[in-house]
């Protein structure tokens, strides 16, 4: 867990703490600093920008990042917004310079010149109240401009901890943002994506500790990434059973399944409970037992399709029972909601389990309105991890996948191509292959996540939810084609002393 999202109380107190050791202000003039190299890179000198600057912190930001990209040769104006006085001394200062600089500063935004560049430093963290007034106008102006959309911090109006608009009220729309120390929920899950566009975190030259909350990242779960021994068999790859398939949803049931065996287990198993298929022509590779023999499966993925009767039922509670890893989907999450048994008996369980719940099937077991989810998904996750005792997988814009412990990750792979039937039933098929070749509990549950976002990175249209495996799969193959440059770098002392050239350096065992 290398990159990590601080919430509202921990950035306050590291700002107190490096004003304290730094001295009042150089937080601020590192992140106009900073901001301006951003905009630079985005969008090379000479162009026209505009500054907007509300009246707290984040306005001084904006004052300070004016300034630097004035040193850059931008032709830069700035509005304060309703002429309202900065509150901080800091922001005081950095509006002061701005001014002896003899540059016109504007109150309202629709007074300044046509820009190529509009940056928002108008609310940073912490708003609790609607944007209303002049700071609505102002975030309206924002958005209406044909330019280049910069947030610095994080978009006004968006709530940094929920990634939802304060009070509903939609604010800033950014095509990049700059986030200031470290990043933020907010950016990452729910609306926030959509609000940030790209985003980059810059710790302005501090240490940023670490914190239950991180943002999910290939060295989490590195050793998938290894590549495989040679001398393996399917044997090694573990089995993989997939329970469900009721009548008119078999198709659920075989995606899980073949989205298994393409993300590596050795065999898969498909238990159908309402159809009598016994081969797939499209993957004969999956075999169709009248009924799966629980005891000897590695990991077990149920409810993809598995519909409510007694049957499915009885076998959910089997699996339950079982010493088997568990990936519970699907009609298996609203089991769970209905029947305080099945409840117990996963909050009971010693072996891995995992569930993997939308919006509306957590809302189920947590006997909430669907809005109470999306409105804070972090917090209703970790709700989720509490009540079950399980690995939870709340699936949407920012997976968040949460432990009992409160640790968790948010997955910035992913795409509008996942908002298709079956994606979910794929992403739970790929979890349990990962569990049948015997990775680490959240090695397994981490690198589905990743990868299955990562299927369908840059795709704006629908996919089919069985191509999404196969394409993670080619995602897996580029990660270990590359470990051994990513996770065990050859020194160049060790290529020296090996006496080898640098193309049999790279077989060398590290």
């Not at 412990?405 to 992913?414: D, F, K, L, Q, R």
Request: glycine residues 10%; negative net charge.
């Amino acid at each position: 867990m290398s990159v990590s999202l601080l919430q509202i109380p921990q950035l306050r107190e590291l700002e107190e703490k490096y004003a304290r050791i730094l001295g009042p202000g150089v937080l601020m003039e590192r992140a106009g600093k900073a901001a301006a190299d951003f905009i630079s890179d985005l969008y090379p000198a000479p162009a026209r920008v505009t500054v907007v600057c509300g009246p707290g912190n984040n306005g001084g930001d904006g004052y300070r990042t004016a300034i630097e990209l004035l040193k850059k040769e931008y032709d830069v104006n700035v509005v304060q917004v309703a002429g309202k006085t900065p509150k901080s001394e800091e922001a005081i200062a950095a509006l002061a310079e701005w001014e002896k600089l003899g540059r016109t500063t504007y109150t309202d935004p629709y007074d300044t010149p046509k820009a190529d560049i509009v940056v928002d430093a108008i609310f940073g963290i912490g708003l609790e109240r609607p944007l209303k007034d002049e700071f609505l106008d102002a975030t309206m102006w924002f958005n209406e401009r044909r330019a280049l959309h910069v947030s610095l911090d994080i978009p006004s109006g968006l709530n940094s901890e929920t990634g939802t608009w304060v009070g509903d009220r939609a604010g800033c729309k950014a095509d990049a943002t700059i986030s200031f120390l470290s990043g933020k929920v907010g950016l990452f899950t729910g609306l926030g994506p959509d609000a940030c566009g790209r985003v980059k975190m810059e710790n302005l030259g501090i240490s940023i500790p670490l914190t239950k909350i991180s943002l999910l990242e290939v060295k989490d779960f590195k050793h998938v990434c290894a590549p495989r021994l040679k001398n393996t068999s399917k044997a090694d790859y573990g089995r993989l059973g997939v329970i469900g398939g009721g009548k008119g949803t078999v198709g659920a049931a075989l995606i899980a399944a073949r989205s298994g065996l393409y993300m590596g287990a050795g065999r898969v198993y498909v238990e159908l409970l309402e159809d009598g298929m016994k081969l797939d022509p499209f993957c004969p590779e999956l075999m169709f037992p009248s009924k799966i023999n629980i005891d000897e499966m590695d990991a077990i993925v149920i409810g993809p399709g598995l519909g409510f009767t007694e049957q499915a039922k009885q076998r959910f509670i089997d699996c339950l029972k079982s010493k088997a890893a568990l990936v519970i989907d699907g009609d298996a999450l609203t089991m769970i909601a209905q029947d305080e048994e099945i409840l117990s008996l996963v909050t009971h369980r010693f072996a891995h389990t995992v569930l993997t719940p939308h919006a509306a099937e957590a809302a189920r077991i947590l006997r909430l309105p669907v809005e109470e989810i999306t409105k804070d998904r972090l917090s209703r996750a970790l709700d989720l991890g509490i009540l079950t005792g399980a690995v939870n997988v709340l699936k949407g814009a920012g997976t968040i996948v949460t432990q009992r412990s409160s640790v968790s990750w948010i997955n910035p792979t992913g795409s509008p191509a996942l908002a298709t039937a079956g994606s979910g039933d794929a992403l739970s098929g790929m979890i349990g292959a990962m569990f049948a070749q015997h990775f680490e509990l959240m090695d397994c549950v981490l690198s589905a996540v990743y990868l299955h976002g990562a299927a369908v990175e840059g795709l704006n249209s629908s996919v089919l939810a069985g191509d999404i495996a196969p394409l993670a799969s080619t995602r897996l193959e580029e990660l270990r084609a590359s470990y051994q440059r990513h996770f065990h770098p050859l020194k160049e002392e060790e290529k020296r002393s090996s006496g080898k050239t640098a193309n049999e350096a790279s077989f060398l065992v590290v």
